[in-house]
């Protein structure tokens, strides 16, 4: 019904940037929060950054001033500025959104493949 497609990722120097992209298609009536997690080798998921349909944005400390997320909710896509990247920031991220689906207005939560980031020297 909805799907989310991630590009971007891979490799980059510490001090890099990267940007991610995630772009949703399907029976979308309305796109509500939408995230970045990620998930470094050994841990669990972690959450990034949310924005809600305002363009309102919530960090996690970590990546706070240095991580800028963003959506254009008339292209139906969110991306994620990194910079100043870290070696632990290396992961593989994930974007979710939840939706309104089209047609049944029920509610939807949807995960895009994961990309991995790897910020090393």
């Known amino acids: 019904q909805v799907q989310l497609v991630v590009s971007g990722g891979g490799l980059v120097q510490p001090g890099g940037s990267l940007t991610l992209s995630c772009a949703a298609s399907g029976s979308i009536y309305r796109i509500k929060a939408m995230a970045w997690y990620r998930q470094a080798p050994g841990k669990g998921r972690e959450l990034v950054a949310t924005i809600a349909n305002t363009g309102s944005a919530v960090y996690v400390d970590s990546v706070k001033g240095r991580f800028t997320i963003s959506r254009d909710n008339t292209r139906n896509t969110m991306n994620l500025q990194m910079n100043s990247l870290k070696p632990e920031d290396t992961a593989v991220y994930y974007c979710?959104?939840?939706?309104?689906?089209?047609?049944?207005?029920?509610?939807?939560?949807?995960w895009g493949q994961g990309t991995l980031v790897t910020v090393s020297s």
């Open positions: 979710n959104g939840d939706f309104i689906v089209r047609g049944t207005y029920g509610r939807l939560e949807v």
